[in-house]
């Protein structure tokens, strides 16, 4: 549609304008303007803005989330892992979240039988230790005001692997996404597809992505991909770099294979930090580092700026 640089710029200047005219009366203090306009023009000055990585000392003192609640270390700004629950407590309005397919359950559809324990008892382990039905929840909400639909994965639950029902409950997820016209958040944290179903787990990273290109290159809507630590595998592979928006966790450790599994094939060291979120965002690999207690305004902005707005003017942070 926008065939020339020139074309591209005003649009992309149209976005922005229309951004700062419609709800931001803070607009020179946001986060996104910052991060478009270049407000930190060199890579020293990158480093040393709070904005954009940094989650030390004064910084998280400017948050109202309690530490307990983001699992950050108020001493040197280390991300904790966190819960599935907690990250939607964090990122969903109070009294908006409506969960979706809470009672889907896997079958074990192949029957999957190791020398320690029946895949059956592992899920029903994991069911009572977590108190959720698998890997991921789903559901829609409101975040400052504006309708979304949320999946967030949940590495407690068998290392957070995409097993059928995973995959069913996402793709359900992006359908409704689909049908409402909502943005949509995928938070992941996984060890990939689950070896206890076999080929029909790895089915699932192409029917997400199906559902996606739907969501995203026929109703042109917008799909933020949100990268937490550990994020590797086949998640990685599909859906969590698929994102029109891709964000990661400072210090998250983001892979398709692991160290220790390329070094063991490979018969090569891997560097250390190579797979660090860090790393791999000089590489390009991702958008923005965003740390935990700056994300739900980061995503409030990235949503009006799409022109996803509250329903309520007044929810805007």
């Known amino acids: 549609m926008y065939d020339t640089k020139y074309s591209w710029d005003k649009h992309i200047n149209s976005c922005i304008n229309n ?77 908006t979240w409506n969960p979706m397919d809470e009672d889907m359950v896997s079958l074990d559809p192949i029957a999957f039988h ?82 206890q179903e076999g080929s029909l787990s790895l089915m699932q990273m192409a029917k997400i992505s199906s559902a996606l290109y739907d969501y995203q290159s026929n109703k042109k809507l917008f799909y933020v991909s949100i990268l937490t630590s550990p994020t590797t595998g086949g998640v990685t592979a599909s859906f969590g770099m698929l994102g029109d928006i891709i964000i990661a966790e400072p210090n998250s450790y983001i892979a398709f294979a692991g160290k220790r599994v390329i070094e063991q094939t490979l018969k090569k060291t891997v560097p250390e930090g190579s797979q660090a979120a860090e790393y791999l965002f000089h590489k390009g690999l991702f958008d923005p580092i965003v740390p935990r207690n700056t994300l739900k305004g980061v995503l409030s902005e990235l949503f009006q700026l799409h022109a996803f707005f509250p329903l309520n003017p007044k929810k805007i942070k």
Do not use: W
């Not at 419609?22 to 040393?48: A, L, M, V």
């Open 19 to 95: 951004y700062i005219l419609r709800g931001s009366n803070n607009y020179s203090d946001s986060y996104i303007y910052s991060y478009i306009c270049g407000q930190s023009r060199t890579r020293s000055e990158r480093g040393s803005s709070s904005k954009r990585t940094s989650t030390k000392g004064s910084d998280l003192k400017s948050s109202n989330v309690p530490y307990s609640k983001i699992n950050i270390c108020e001493q040197c700004g280390y991300h904790l892992k966190m819960s599935s629950s907690d990250r939607i407590e964090l990122s969903i309005d109070p009294g």
């Open 114 to 195: 190791s020398g320690e324990e029946p895949y059956k008892e592992r899920i029903d382990f994991y069911q009572r230790r977590t108190g959720l039905t698998d890997a991921v929840q789903t559901g829609t909400g409101q975040l400052n005001g504006i309708p979304v639909a949320i999946g967030v994965m949940d590495f407690q639950f068998m290392g957070g692997s995409m097993g059928s029902v995973v995959g069913e409950k996402i793709t359900r997820l992006i359908e409704y996404a689909t049908n409402e016209f909502l943005p949509l958040i995928l938070v992941c944290s996984s060890g990939g597809a689950r070896m």
